[in-house]
């Protein structure tokens, strides 16, 4: 079963990323590696420290611009 994973930038991306995978696994893997860089990314972008809680809420954020559904 093949598995497509849509990645937005923001909830008002026109173009989001798209990608496709041969197994679930492979989706997840891909899913927290993304969004483990896209935090990344923010942390060390940010003026500020970031706290635990803060962090824990850019997660989430970055979690609700994915979907994944089998095609």
Excluded: C
Excluded at 3 to 14: E, F, G, N, Q
Excluded at 27 to 47: F, G, K, L, M, N
Aim: net charge negative; proline share 4%.
């Amino acid at each position: 079963m093949t598995y497509k994973v849509t990645y937005a930038i923001d909830s008002l991306d026109p173009n989001p990323a798209v990608d496709l995978f041969d197994t679930f696994d492979e989706a997840q893997d891909w899913i927290s590696e993304e969004v483990e860089r896209r935090v990344d990314h923010i942390v060390q972008h940010s003026a500020l420290p970031i706290r635990e809680d803060e962090l824990d809420e850019i997660r989430g954020n970055e979690l609700s611009l994915v979907s994944i559904e089998e095609v």
